[in-house]
């Protein structure tokens, strides 16, 4: 077992200290941080620190250099920011917008409102990430605190970023109204599921409510729609994520808007549902089902995500987009990550949060369209809806519940260090045994921290990719498994017409002629039109599990025209191939029709 070691400076502090410091996550860290503290405030500040919350101060100081620098700079005042953000457990937007309020409204300048969103960022973060070093504090707690700072951040930069345009080109109202042409920041991913991490991105969605009109006129001139509104957008990204010698509130990603990348900054209502409705895409309904207003006018945005449903839950059972998420989920593993990444990075690795995220989302979009009980933008309350509507097991539902629990916890504590992008277990055993202490883990029996907390991040990635399999992978594996057969394997080779026209009556086919003619039928489909891409996909692995289980009935040559009939008539919508695909028993009832 590995001994926490303080060096002599330490021995200098009074005994109780000395205790604490060895009870940090890193007592090295924590020494250095309480050196510089009595550095920018003195020594009587420590004095000012009740002994019943020293545990916790010595949890930040050896936690997290980010949080620690926040305390450096107030000086001789950090005591008092310190206790009195330990003991506010809960804000909402409102009650941060509240707070910023005097501030803003002197505000003389842009770089002057930067710098109070940063501040109080600064003073917020360092509420939070002490707040969720306490062993008492739930994940659900901190999660939702970021939230709501985030929420209250991109509302306060709205407000002021839209005041500051206005100088430029004037008011923006509808035609021939006194009403404000409305816009809408939808937040995505985490933010739109109430889940920010420590050192989230937050994913955004700039819409506005009409293309008509333009604004009354200023120092500029005037502007259409789209040039004031990106004008906004483009000062929210430049007032949030910019990093100054204040460091920067929140970074803005843009990047799940239409056309992602690609696309316009902003865009009206109509011109986005009519991209969803014309060229929208699987990924693009997975990522709306997190979408929710969070800054601006929410009536618009909550208008538009009405508006937006029938794209994203369809009222029928949808398993394309098994399908779909699967091979979303195999290129991120096989592009951003390799050998050792695999296992460590706690988001996208192997039995990760992004396969939990991946499985409750493919059960959302397949189910949603007629169970409206299991929409909606977080995780946890989906997954406890998903096994309410027996759509999942209870075990599975607390399992993936505790899974996501542990793997957010452990994301946030190595974010929490340097307030880091990063997603990975950090390489080295002393850091290792660093992050485990952080997450509350210490030396039991034979066993250290770090072997502790291995051993419980080993078992929750196995149990999180073993139900992401049997949702993602189970259908494929016994659906290869039945074409793994003599029968199966005709399918492979129906470009040899005589050979298979011999194994066909082999098999006990009465007609094989007609079978093979048939064969090719169910293969193809439609007669006048050559099979999608899509549906020779689906066919290769289909295919063979069908003749295995056609030859099996006490008449396959009936079986075969009924299904080249039912091939013929489905076309080109190989939604229904998939769904035979991903529901073997379904399959098969099928063939015995």
Not at 260 to 288: D, F, I, K, T
Not at 342 to 362: D, V
Not at 562 to 571: D, T
Request: glycine share 8%; charged share 30%; with cysteine.
């Amino acid at each position: 077992m590995n001994k926490v070691r303080i060096n002599r400076r330490a021995s200098a502090l009074p005994r109780n200290y000395q205790s604490f410091l060895r009870d940090s996550p890193s007592p090295v860290l924590a020494e250095a941080n309480l050196s510089r503290l009595i550095e920018s405030g003195g020594t009587k500040t420590l004095e000012k620190i009740p002994h019943a919350d020293l545990a916790d101060l010595f949890r930040v100081l050896g936690a997290s250099a980010y949080l620690s620098d926040i305390l450096f700079r107030r000086g001789k005042d950090w005591p008092d920011l310190f206790l009195r953000q330990l003991r506010t457990k809960r804000k909402l937007a409102a009650d941060h917008l509240v707070e910023l309020e005097p501030d803003v409204k002197t505000a003389r300048s842009f770089p002057e409102f930067c710098a109070i969103l940063r501040r109080h960022k600064q003073r917020e973060y360092l509420r939070v990430g002490a707040r969720d070093l306490m062993p008492s504090v739930t994940l659900e707690e901190t999660v939702r605190e970021l939230t709501a700072l985030a929420e209250a951040a991109l509302e306060a930069a709205y407000r002021f970023c839209r005041a500051e345009v206005e100088k430029d080109y004037g008011v923006l109202n509808l035609p021939g109204t006194t009403l404000r042409n409305r816009f809408v920041v939808l937040g995505m991913g985490k933010l739109g599921g109430g889940e920010l991490n420590f050192s989230s991105d937050i994913d955004v969605i700039y819409l506005y409510e009409s293309d008509e009109g333009e604004s009354s006129g200023g120092r500029k001139g005037k502007a259409d729609p789209r040039t004031f509104f990106s004008e906004i957008g483009k000062k929210i990204i430049h007032c949030m994520g910019e990093v100054t010698e204040d460091g920067f509130v929140f970074r803005i990603d843009l990047r799940l808007r239409s056309l992602g990348a690609n696309g316009p900054l902003v865009q009206s209502v109509h011109s986005a549902m009519l991209y969803y409705e014309s060229w929208g895409q699987c990924w693009e309904r997975a990522a709306l089902i997190k979408a929710r207003p969070v800054a601006g006018e929410m009536a618009l945005g909550a208008d538009f995500l009405r508006e937006v449903e029938p794209f994203i839950y369809r009222r029928y059972l949808d398993f394309t987009t098994v399908d779909e998420l699967r091979h979303m989920k195999m290129r991120i593993e096989n592009e951003l990550l390799t050998g050792d990444g695999k296992q460590r990075n706690i988001k996208l690795g192997y039995g990760g949060i992004r396969e939990i995220e991946f499985f409750t989302q493919a059960l959302q979009l397949v189910n949603g369209g007629y169970v409206p009980q299991v929409r909606g933008p977080s995780t946890l309350p989906a997954l406890a809806e998903l096994a309410r509507r027996n759509l999942i097991p209870t075990k599975e539902r607390d399992k993936l519940t505790h899974a996501y629990r542990f793997l957010r916890q452990a994301e946030h504590k190595v974010q929490i260090v340097q307030e880091a992008h990063a997603h990975s277990i950090p390489e080295g055993i002393d850091e290792e045994r660093a992050l485990a202490r952080r997450l509350g883990y210490r030396a039991k029996a034979k066993l250290s921290e770090r072997e502790l907390f291995w051993r419980d991040q080993r078992a929750t990635t196995h149990t999180v990719r073993a139900i992401f399999d049997r949702l993602f992978y189970n259908a494929q594996k016994e659906i290869a498994e039945e074409g793994a057969s003599d029968a199966g394997a005709i399918w492979h080779d129906l470009d040899r017409q005589e050979i298979i026209v011999n194994e066909l009556r082999a098999l006990g086919f009465t007609a094989p002629e007609k079978a093979y003619e048939n064969l090719l039928a169910v293969r193809d489909g439609e007669v006048f039109a050559p099979p999608s891409p899509k549906r020779r996909q689906v066919m290769r692995a289909l295919g063979p599990a069908l003749v295995t289980e056609i030859a099996k009935t006490g008449a396959p040559d009936q079986a075969l025209l009924n299904l080249s009939k039912f091939s013929q008539r489905i076309g080109g919508r190989t939604g229904f191939l998939t769904l035979l695909a991903e529901n073997p028993e379904t399959m098969r009832l099928l063939v015995t029709l």
